[in-house]
C-alpha cells in the first residue's frame, strides 16, 4: 500500500508543479496534457521494469489531473467559450 501512496503522491505532485506554470486556460490544459504523457510512460517503465504499486498511483494521480484539466475546460466553455483555440 506504501508505494501505490508514493506514486499517487509523486503524479500529484508533478501535475501541480506543470499546472503552475501556465498563465492562461489554454496553457495550462496543454501542460497537463504533455505532463500526464509523461507520468503515463513513466507509469508504463515502472509497471515493466519497477514497482506496480508507484505505477499504480501515478497512474490514478494522471487520472485525476486530467479530470481537473477537463474541467476546467468545461468551466471556462460555459462561461465565456471554448478556449482551447
Known sequence: MGPAWAGAGTGALWQLLIGLLAT?????????LAASVVATLV???LMRFGDRGAAAGIAVSTGVGLSV???VVLQRWVTSGWPLW
Open 24 to 32: 492562461t486556460v489554454r496553457g495550462y490544459v496543454y501542460l497537463t
Open 43 to 45: 507509469a508504463l517503465a
Open 69 to 71: 484539466a477537463c474541467a
